[in-house]
């Protein structure tokens, strides 16, 4: 499976901006599909996830409300919807995908394939 992460770009603070995800290869494998981001000087932080078999998305606190994951008609890419953006939302942004399990979760290790990552620059 092969990831490719595109849509990111500078924006103010407010804004907004669709991330997609697209996956090409073994695609039936993917159970789960997972957003991450790593802020200069961080560490990466889990975003958001989803596992649409198991109707289940999940959020970190600090996206809760602006963020949304979600993908068309059960089809690829997968999207990242950020709005109300914030100065410290700016980061490189990687989409990750699991092949086993149900639960989509906030753990990098469970996660089996990553993307290349997207800059996301929020100025003030």
């Known amino acids: 499976v092969q990831l490719q992460a595109s849509g990111g770009g500078l924006v103010q603070a407010g804004g907004s901006l669709r991330l997609s995800c697209a996956a090409s290869g073994t695609t039936g494998s993917i159970v789960a599909l997972a957003w991450f981001r790593r802020a200069p000087g961080k560490e990466r932080e889990f975003v958001a996830a989803a596992s649409w078999s198991a109707g289940i998305t999940t959020y970190a606190d600090s996206v809760k409300g602006r963020f949304i994951i979600s993908r068309d008609n059960n089809e690829n890419p997968v999207y990242l919807q950020m709005n109300s953006l914030k100065p410290e939302d700016t980061a490189v942004y990687f989409c990750?995908?699991?092949?086993?399990?149900?639960?989509?979760?906030?753990?990098?290790?469970?996660?089996?394939?990553w993307g290349q990552g997207t800059q996301v620059t929020v100025s003030s």
């Open positions: 990750a995908a699991r092949r086993s399990g149900v639960v989509p979760t906030s753990r990098e290790n469970d996660y089996h394939y």
